[in-house]
């Protein structure tokens, strides 16, 4: 029994193992949403390269982190994150897509891991360092070979291990299944790693690389140059016809690649308590305040009306909130405070007791299961002299164990007074869930002012009279104005504010939704001028319409238009201007100057890494021609951001620092490591992939 309480303990490290062959590239810790997609006619999410991702694999794949991440949370005391699951199930898609296109690139070069490989990491001489960490004994820092063969000796072989109950064997089973997976992630995460470090070594760098980088980081110039502002020519004077901005269009089209996008717009009401809501909670806690105050029975009235239940505990007064320090600080033992509002809830406080005890109380504990008989040999061992650090690999003992009085809702009230009374010889007593234990106070804190306090406090929520009136209301407007436009246009003289969101199929929220899934699902299989139904997501009511449906491709061009017109208009008058200045026949900067109508200026320092120049703004052409022109020379003229320039470079700057080749090469290598890290976003960009998986959420 008590190995099967250590295969229990063992369910967060499975949790965290699970995850390692998720690499830099590779994102995988998700919950599922609880649709079930075998209602939908369709049996794939996506296909990548051919390769079909079906439905009830992705599902699966979904349930079981789902399960894993539910565990994690529940084990650390929390609840999953709202707004979570569209998150997961997005991200598991991604996951699953990575893993195809990496599976493809390891078969193309031919990188395995062998079994022996593997059994090697699971158990041979290299164990995983994630495993390691797993069974490292706590007291020692030593990785624990014999706890982690004991644990597979278990879960492989529950029967020869004692264990034969139907509900012992379930769990082990799913531990074993967990650790199957996790041999299998981890023989993908060294497949992945090979294969990432195999791609590193392809792109070091050369002395030449060195080199060129050195110069392009260190070198500098000083130019002297003059500037006609495209300013000079009048707009109306540079004519712009449809034809040109469609081959401009042509040109840029391809920087401006677009997903499948559905431009909404919504309404997202909040769901608050009304003035009513509040006077209702005001009146009750004001009826409830003189009997509060004055009963014997302060533990029946908490009980029966709080939102948070009588706490029969002494906490430590330093640690109490600032509200309660307070009162606690002056009050005598039975008074009580008004009616305090603050943060949408009415509050009470009545002093109940006070005394001065250790905050702390530090407990050795040997742990045991409901019914394990062993419990009285070992306690008889221990209160003979034994020497708990002895006790058997197969015995639960978790020493330092700090335990405070308000812990009891997670200990057991019994557990907790049994420690606070206890004396300094070992004892027996049981925690919650029947978990019994043998117990050694072995330190306690110094004592400190404590007090017991009785807290009745009731927050004010929405109705169920507000909550449809909200609903009703909403319901009747979007009944009214049934159509987009109307839907959007009217929404100001209703009341309503409507928000605008262009939303992608792989979205998980809109702005000001967190959990925007739902409507995102429904926009992308709804048609332009849909109205959506009323969602109810994270205490608001949402209603959405599709304003805009944009097909996959490129943003369109009047989308564009401009930028388009203004890009355009300045490569003309850079044409102008150019010509003017070829008839002008100038090959002195001072000629140049004459020629623009402008006086020469000067610019120091200019370098490539610094593309803002000095009285010029950002002008990274200029910057790069500046560094390639011999001193003395003059430029032809630069189309630049701003107007048409001429440059001389009138002095280059020494180098700061010398050439270190060596640094250089290690500097160049950085840079090209970070590039790998991109690599599977460019399979991504070059592979074949269909997403349906917005069809089913």
């Known amino acids: ?65 789902t399960e894993q991440m539910q565990a994690m949370y529940q084990q650390n005391g929390m609840s999953v994150p709202e707004g979570m699951s569209a998150t997961i199930q997005m991200d598991v898609y991604d996951q699953m897509v990575s893993e195809l296109l990496m599976s493809e690139e390891l078969d193309a070069v031919g990188i395995t891991v062998s079994d022996a490989e593997l059994q090697d990491m699971l158990t041979g001489n290299n164990i995983h360092p994630e495993i390691a960490r797993s069974f490292t004994n706590p007291e020692t820092g030593v990785f624990d070979r014999q706890a982690l063969d004991n644990y597979l000796s278990v879960i492989f072989n529950p029967e020869e291990n004692g264990y034969t109950e139907p509900a012992q064997l379930e769990q082990i089973a799913m531990q074993r299944q967990a650790w199957l997976d996790m041999e299998k992630q981890i023989r993908q995460t060294r497949a992945y790693e090979k294969f990432m470090n195999l791609l590193s070594a392809a792109m ?57 996008t559905r431009t909404i717009r919504y309404i997202a009401v909040d769901v608050v308590p009304s003035a009513d809501d509040y006077a209702k909670v005001e009146e009750k806690v004001n009826m409830l305040q003189e009997q509060f105050a004055t009963t014997d029975d302060v533990a029946s009235i908490v009980d029966n009306n709080s939102d948070v239940p009588y706490e029969d505990a002494f906490v430590t007064v330093s640690t109490m909130p600032a509200a309660m320090k307070n009162f606690v600080e002056g009050a005598k033992v039975g008074e009580s405070t008004p009616v305090n509002f603050a943060d949408d809830a009415y509050t009470m406080y009545r002093l109940m ?38 006790l058997g690999a197969d015995v639960n003992v978790m020493k330092e164990f700090a335990v405070t009085e308000d812990m009891y809702a997670g200990l057991g009230r019994s557990f907790v007074a049994d420690v606070f009374a206890a004396g300094d010889n070992y004892f027996k007593t049981e925690s919650l869930g029947g978990t019994q234990h043998i117990v050694k106070v072995v330190k306690r804190s110094a004592p400190v002012a404590k007090a017991k306090v ?244």
């Not at 070091?204 to 002297?224: L, M």
């Not at 005890?357 to 019914?371: H, I, R, Y």
């Not at 062993?374 to 002895?390: F, P």
């Not at 000001?512 to 332009?528: E, M, P, S, T």
Request: aromatic residues 8%; charged residues 20%; glycine residues 6%.
């Open 353 to 390: 007791a006070t005394k001065t005890a250790p905050d702390t109380v530090t407990v050795n504990l040997v742990n045991f299961a409901m019914g394990d008989t062993r419990i009285d040999s070992v306690y008889n061992v221990l209160t003979s002299g034994g020497n708990i650090d002895a």
């Open 1 to 65: 029994m008590a190995t099967l309480e250590k295969i229990r303990s063992k369910a967060a490290m499975l949790v965290v193992v699970i995850g390692i062959a998720l690499l830099a590239f590779i994102i995988g810790d998700f919950l599922n949403s609880g649709q079930s997609f075998f209602m939908m006619n369709q049996n794939k999410v996506a296909t990548v390269n051919g390769t079909t991702i079906g439905v009830e694999e992705y599902q699966a794949r979904v349930s079981a982190r």
């Open 204 to 260: 070091a760098p050369n002395k030449v690389d060195a080199e060129v980088g050195f110069a392009a980081q260190t070198k500098s110039v000083d130019v002297a140059y003059v500037m006609q502002p495209y300013s000079t020519i009048a707009d109306s004077t540079v004519e712009v016809s449809k034809s040109d901005l469609q081959a401009e269009y042509n040109n840029v089209k391809a920087r401006y690649e677009i997903p499948e």
């Open 454 to 697: 009785a807290t009745l406090t009731i927050g004010v929520s929405p109705s169920v009279d507000t909550e449809t009136n909200l609903y009703n209301t909403l319901s009747s407007y979007v009944a009214k104005y049934n159509n987009a436009q109307q839907f959007a246009d009217s929404a100001y003289v209703a009341g309503y504010t409507v928000m605008p969101a262009d939303c992608q199929a792989s979205q998980v929220t809109i702005p000001g939704v967190k959990d925007g899934r739902q409507i995102i699902h429904w926009a992308f299989n709804a048609k332009k001028g849909d109205i959506s139904e009323i969602f109810e997501i994270g205490g608001r009511y949402v209603v959405a319409a599709v304003e805009k449906i944009v097909k996959e491709g490129y943003r369109p061009m009047e989308d564009l238009e401009t930028m388009l017109t203004s890009s355009v208009r300045r490569d003309k008058k850079a044409a102008i201007i150019a010509e003017q200045l070829a008839a002008a026949n100038a090959t002195t900067i001072e000629a140049y100057a004459t020629a623009m109508n402008a006086s020469v200026d000067t610019a120091k320092y200019v370098s490539l890494m610094s593309p803002s120049i000095q009285g010029m703004g950002y002008e990274p052409v200029v910057a790069g021609a500046a560094t390639a022109l011999e001193v003395g020379k003059v430029s032809a003229p630069i189309t630049g951001n701003r107007g048409v320039y001429v440059l001389q470079v009138v002095n280059e700057n020494p180098v700061a620092r010398p050439y270190d080749e060596a640094s250089e090469m290690v500097r160049l290598q950085q840079q090209y490591t970070s590039a790998t890290n991109q690599f599977l976003e460019v399979l991504k960009d070059k592979a074949d992939i269909e997403n349906t998986l917005v069809r089913f959420f």
